[in-house]
């Protein structure tokens, strides 16, 4: 299993980006697609979640009402678009996959996650 993210970047506060995460090597129609950040200094945190069957979404209080989560089966890409952004966005932006379904609440977890990217950068200037 492959997990491509791309995208990212640099914005200015109360901007947008929108990074990709492209998935390879297996059939992920029962899989969670999870993005989880990193800053420096501080642990790796829960950003959101999307049910690929099903399209169920979850957001962490941080992000919900900026960001949004979406997934495209024909190109099996997870997206996430980030919008109103702030200085505190700032970090490495990692997508994951879950094999199976999972319990909602643990997917905040990312011990629950069994596949990761590379991460890619994501800095949002003041």
């Known amino acids: 299993v492959q997990l491509q993210a791309c995208g990212g970047g640099l914005a200015q506060a109360g901007g947008s980006l929108r990074v990709s995460c492209a998935a390879s090597g297996r059939t992920f129609s029962n899989h969670v697609m999870g993005w989880f950040r990193q800053a420096p200094g501080r642990e790796r945190e829960f950003v959101t979640a999307i049910r690929w069957s099903g399209g169920n979404t979850y957001y962490a209080d941080s992000v919900k009402g900026r960001f949004a989560i979406s997934r495209d089966y024909a190109k099996n890409t997870v997206y996430l678009q980030m919008n109103s952004l702030k200085p505190e966005d700032t970090a490495v932006y990692y997508c994951?996959?879950?094999?199976?379904?999972?319990?909602?609440?643990?997917?905040?977890?990312?011990?629950?996650?069994?596949?990761w990217g590379q991460g890619t950068q994501v800095t949002v200037s003041s």
């Open positions: 994951a996959a879950k094999a199976g379904s999972g319990i909602a609440y643990l997917l905040q977890r990312d011990t629950e996650y069994h596949y």
